[in-house]
């Protein structure tokens, strides 16, 4: 089992920004396939942003146009740039990734490994 972790989170002011990251230390896992997700109180996890082995970002439509994923294969980490932060952000934030399908294919989401979240809180 691969443990993801985050970080970045914190309390920032409406307009603001913030950058996460997701790494596996300790590690031989090579993050890829990854994807970030939210969970707010009393909502279900969703699905913010995305990309593929290939390198394909994918955003939900609540977050296009602000948040940008990246990624860096050397450093093995994986970053979620937030800006123009609303109170509607506010959520604990997970990394989530995994290993491919047998035959070389992106596996579907929710991938295998989860990290334990970080705090988003963004005030009014």
């Known amino acids: 089992q691969v443990q993801l972790v985050e970080s970045g989170g914190g309390l920032v002011q409406a307009g603001g920004s913030l950058r996460l990251s997701c790494a596996a230390p300790?590690?031989?896992?090579?993050?890829?396939?990854m994807g970030w997700y939210r969970q707010a109180p009393g909502k279900q996890r969703e699905l913010v942003a995305s990309?593929?082995?290939?390198?394909?970002?994918n955003y939900a439509d609540s977050v296009k146009g602000r948040f940008t994923l990246s990624r860096d294969n050397v450093k093995n980490m994986v970053y979620l740039q937030m800006n123009s932060l609303k109170p509607t952000d506010t959520a604990n934030y997970y990394c989530?990734?995994?290993?491919?399908?047998?035959?070389?294919?992106?596996?579907?989401?929710?991938?295998?490994?989860w990290g334990r979240g970080t705090q988003v809180t963004v005030s009014s």
């Open positions: 989530n990734a995994g290993p491919s399908l047998d035959n070389g294919l992106d596996s579907p989401f929710p991938l295998a490994y």
């Open positions: 300790g590690s031989t896992f090579s993050i890829n396939a």
């Open positions: 990309i593929t082995r290939g390198g394909n970002t």
